[in-house]
């Protein structure tokens, strides 16, 4: 069973910055698809930001509403996913969960930002931005 365990997340007055992580200890890490979603209450989980990774080369995906403000990141070594998350505006506000799948980069292409791809899950870190 994988486990995947999320952290850092909290309160910030917008403008501010955060830094999630996702753990993921014995998790075959070498080839896969980890991602960053989030879902915010009455509203759809959507995607944030993806990174797929080979032991050579990898790619990354953010949704239009992240770009230039957040940044996916992973450590191997560490078995760890990151997000850094600056210049936070209130609509960033919601649950944000970390997700990942084994695969192919083509199949990742094709969706990298749709939670149905994504075959584990975990708990949420809750982020609240205030104005």
């Known amino acids: 069973q994988v486990q995947l365990v999320e952290s850092g997340g909290g309160s910030v007055q917008a403008g501010g910055s955060l830094r999630l992580s996702c753990a993921a200890p014995?998790?075959?890490?070498?080839?896969?698809?980890m991602g960053w979603f989030r879902q915010a209450p009455g509203k759809e989980r959507e995607g944030v930001a993806s990174i797929y990774s080979s032991d050579t080369t990898y790619y990354i995906y953010y949704a239009d509403s992240v770009k230039g403000r957040f940044t996916i990141t992973r450590d191997n070594a560490k078995n760890t996913l990151y997000l850094q998350m600056n210049s936070l505006k209130p609509e960033d506000t919601a649950m944000y969960y970390c997700?990942?799948?084994?695969?192919?980069?083509?199949?990742?292409?094709?969706?990298?930002?749709?939670?149905?791809?994504?075959?584990?899950w975990g708990q949420g870190t809750q982020v609240t931005v205030s104005s």
């Open positions: 997700a990942a799948v084994t695969g192919s980069y083509s199949r990742w292409a094709r969706k990298p930002l749709v939670a149905d791809e994504y075959h584990y």
């Open positions: 014995g998790y075959a890490y070498s080839t896969t698809s």
